[in-house]
């Protein structure tokens, strides 16, 4: 198990921006693929991006364009820029683990989840 952490959410006009962060613990989380998922009120758990150990991203097509996924292996965290927000965004954001070399848009597929942070769009 990987200890993860999201921080960074808040409440923001719709057209602007926000950084999430997902801190781990652990020298093996380099290795993982990380994923960005988000859920709403009602609604199942979506993907939105991934990134592999390698580099190599992802997205969803409802945020390509406008969300950026991207880690820092030195100091164990992901990111994912969100720009041009929409009150469509408007859910819990989940970072997501797995050591399989796989980025699925599956949540399932993950093993190591954070305890999510709001984002919320308004218009």
């Known amino acids: 198990q990987v200890p993860m952490v999201e921080s960074g959410g808040g409440l923001v006009q719709a057209g602007g921006s926000l950084r999430l962060s997902c801190a781990a613990s652990?020298?093996?989380?380099?290795?993982?693929?990380v994923g960005w998922f988000r859920q709403a009120p009602g609604k199942e758990r979506e993907f939105v991006a991934a990134?592999?150990?390698?580099?190599?991203?992802y997205y969803a097509d409802s945020v390509k364009g406008r969300f950026t996924i991207s880690r820092d292996n030195a100091k164990n965290t992901v990111y994912l820029q969100m720009n041009n927000l929409k009150p469509e965004d408007t859910a819990v954001y989940y970072c997501?683990?797995?050591?399989?070399?796989?980025?699925?848009?599956?949540?399932?597929?993950?093993?190591?989840w954070g305890q999510g942070t709001q984002v919320t769009v308004s218009s």
């Open positions: 652990g020298r093996t989380f380099s290795s993982y693929t």
């Open positions: 990134i592999k150990s390698g580099g190599s991203t």
């Open positions: 997501a683990g797995d050591p399989k070399y796989v980025a699925s848009v599956v949540p399932d597929d993950y093993r190591n």
